[in-house]
């Protein structure tokens, strides 16, 4: 293989042959292929795009630069759900010891925050003890037991995506749909997974702005992963305000331990309930959605979902206690209610306000490097068509001496829009995506 | 200036601004731009493409990489002229001397050979004893005494050049028009001169394989020049056939001091003097062509073009008797005629398979590493439209025990087709391309 061969081929507008793609792939894992003519291959793949097909050649090619987990013995159905990224995003926490509880299993690896987006893995840690970083060997023997295992990714998993990613932020090549498709998809596939649910999301406080760029997105990751033979259905749902009332790590602890326990927010519980009801019916649990409501319902009125949860913890060396008491998770020094200045109707709360407000509170990341301080954030959010009295609280600040309180309170105000006259709820689902010609 | 947003930029067809290129292009000089980002916004330019207010903006901060020669003390018009290179072209050696005698100044810095071009470099080191590689004190003390100087290309000449055709070269970007304008003219800028005359090649033995291509590079280039204040006219000409009767190294110089002498093949003696004619014009030196060719010819007639040819040999380190007697060039172990394999008459001579054929005879460079040897090549070859008699030589190889001698003769056997009927000959200058708006 000549590299520039293939680079002119991409730059010219040709197709790309599987060999090709994992030929590239495999030069560039091994270093053979230097990142210079990466980046060149990745600016014409930016700029004159991929077919599905070739997409589903570089996701192959991606996941098969490193490990794929073995999970055949583990005789259940196995399933994840991966979402985009949003403010106020902690379905997962719910999701997956829900899930688990109805006979599938879901192995799920995360990621960090990193901008304005918080990670799953950061709201998991704000729990004493939990280990996000279980051997393969811990991880699978957690998924057996407990149907359910929360980690982060390995250095095994899919490395060509891990260095290409690096490449990609500092060469302005990041928002390529192929190439986000074939960098979610191949890492989540290497979970070895049976069907897939991908939360994708647009508006304010999502990676993609508009819904017509979520939707492109979606149909791209359901059509490549169809074709590498996994079920798999997308959702399309709105990040403009956020999702739930909290929003920052142990927060979200809080609000997805109170929402196991029955007690969520309707936005959250009505997301949480849809995706994981998509993964049972993939996964042949269930008949329909109906069917598949009436049982994870069930599960969280038993207790049963919140006893998995607690499992899962402990079984990560987390503290189970500090889930029952939620006192002992980290807790910020101050909180500070912010009164609505006027009466009147939310009209908007924006994601993205909301999101770089938190950042400065201390609850994320500006590079990969950075800390993250697990007991700021916010609670008691308003959402769009409530309303709200003057002086009342639109929300609570959680707050450490090393926030940038004043700055984020400018932006928290910013970002909640109050009217006077009635303001309508907002739609949060807004479509869901089959694979061409599926009717499940 | 973060590199990112840069390539962003370009990326999304915007226009980039004269500080932007400038930071751009002194970040990668400097090597705080690493190659991989280079490599991106190089894929976008050639995709992308770049307005001719980008392309000035590249050139000058290309140019301004490294040093521009200060060539001021000399009180004579200073001009040159560039061929984008072809089969056979030693232009280069009979125009310099010539022009010079003309009171205008040549300071010319050539390139060597790559692939089947030949280059102005290889042919002067065929001379015994020439050096290319003077200090800028000796080639100014040159051109000061002389008005001609023909060197390499040293370090210091537009260094941000060098080393971003070496990464265009592997990331399959070579063949941009906006990027090999500013390659090419940032470096006969930085030369010190008021104008310049380009040669623009297209057809089976150049660059540039249609007519079209040409036309649009040349333009580019013009308009470019144009724009930093300098007087700037390009040759559109053919490069189906190579150009006069011989290709290689010495043999070339055999026919340039031949072509000084008043003895030069038709073809080579049209183009060259209608570009010499051209330098005149744009230095004002005569009022038009007709004046230009009488002065031209006079000096060849006088002997006074061959006369500073061996004066600038002589001061390069050359030995002058080695262009009087010219069996002191080096001389190939054996020549070939290759015989006509039937009556008729020349309908074409393929200038890429006698660029090739002359390459297996060991005349050109694969990779800028190879050695050249400088007595093979062809002579005493046959022009299309010329008529040819069985038996006789259509074209003499020139070679020595290295070469791929066979392989070499199916090349040329190949590339000279002989039909029955008669043929016109090929109109080799196609068209003159002056700035928009001008009348010279």
Redesign the interface.
Known sequence: MV???L??KK?DKRELSEGEIRDFINGYTTGEI???????M???I???GMSFEETSFLTDAMMHSGKVIDTSHIKVPKSDKHSTGGIGDKVSLILAPLVACCGVAVPMISGRGLGITGGTLDKLESIPGYRVDLSEAEFLATLEEHHCSMIGQTHDIAPADKRWYA?R?????VPSIPLITASIMCKKLAEGIDSLVLDVKWGKGAFMKTREKADHLARNMVEVGTRMGKKVNALITDMNQPLGRSAGNAVEVVEAVESLQGKGPDDLMQLTLYLSARMLILADRVNDTEEALEMLNGHIQSGEAFHKFKHMVASHGGDPNAIVDLSRLPEAESRHPLPAPTDGHVAEVDADLIGRGIQLLGAGRMKTEDTVDHAVGISQLVKVGERVTKGNAVLTIHANPASKLNEAQTLFEQAIVIVPEPVDPVPLINELILPEGSST
Do not use: F, H, K
């Not at 230097?34 to 060149?40: K, L």
């Not at 932020?169 to 090549?173: L, N, P």
């Open positions: 590299p520039q061969w680079i002119e730059r230097p990142d210079y003519q990466m980046a060149a990745t600016m014409a930016y700029l004159n490449l932020d500092v060469t302005a090549t």
